[in-house]
């Protein structure tokens, strides 16, 4: 069974510039999730789907980070403009279903903002 | 909302011994609590996972306890070898179809010689 997928592994960006990250989650996972990890802490939720409708963004800057999932498939998490802090690893997960709750995560995107 | 507190943050131990790495959590409608290993610069892996309906989980050498009354659970590892260094990390969430993991901050295990 093939894992989440996810690209660019590393992407080096300006403050102010934009930039996007791309997840595919196992297949047949209705549920996608985004975290962000800072170095030196735990993973935190940015935004949950399921199927392609957001169950929780509470915790996601919207001023500046967005992410869609349209074919209930892929995602994509964009942010615009980055700032410096938000250089972290970007975890994409996915489970079979929201009710089933053993997340299987991507390897990541390594964001750095100079 | 949730909130877990892990520790402790580092815990260097001989080859051989045992280590023990403790979460308290805030939220007591918490019934899924998972462990996950995180090597340098890899994924989260699901190493053991316990719900709220059992008391202790062992797989081989790992085992994790839950005590729902004290709203606390701890990940325990026997005969440590040098490949279970890295970072562990526990978490807590409700089942149901927004089931957010809220992750605590890890805890750094270095397994010596």
């Known amino acids: 069974e093939a894992g989440v997928a996810q690209s660019p592994r590393y992407k080096i960006i300006e403050k102010r510039q934009s930039v996007a990250f791309w997840c595919n989650p196992i297949s047949g996972h209705a549920t996608l999730y985004w975290y962000q990890q800072i170095l030196g802490q735990g993973p935190k939720l940015l935004i949950q789907?399921?199927?392609?409708?957001?169950?929780?963004d509470s915790q996601l800057p919207k001023d500046r980070f967005s992410a869609e999932r349209l074919k209930g498939v892929d995602s994509t998490l964009k942010i615009q403009p980055a700032k410096l802090e938000d250089s972290a690893v970007y975890l994409c997960a996915s489970s079979l279903s929201g009710t089933i709750n053993e997340q299987f995560f991507g390897p990541g995107t390594r964001l750095t903002v100079l | 909302g949730e909130n877990v507190e892990q520790h402790p943050s580092t815990l260097s131990v001989q080859e051989g011994d045992s280590a023990v790495i403790k979460c308290t959590y805030s939220d007591s409608a918490s019934n899924y609590f998972p462990w996950y290993k995180q090597e340098l610069g890899k994924r989260p892996q699901l190493i053991i996972d316990i719900r709220s309906n059992v008391g202790e989980k062992k797989d081989q050498r790992i085992a994790v306890t839950l005590n729902k009354t004290a709203k606390h659970f701890s990940l325990h590892i026997t005969e440590t070898q040098p490949e279970d260094s890295a970072v562990y990390f526990c978490?807590?969430?409700?089942?149901?179809?927004?089931?957010?993991?809220?992750f605590g901050t890890g805890t750094r295990l270095q397994v010596t010689l």
């Open positions: 789907f399921q199927n392609n409708g957001v169950v929780d």
């Open positions: 978490a807590a969430s409700r089942t149901g179809t927004a089931s957010k993991l809220t």
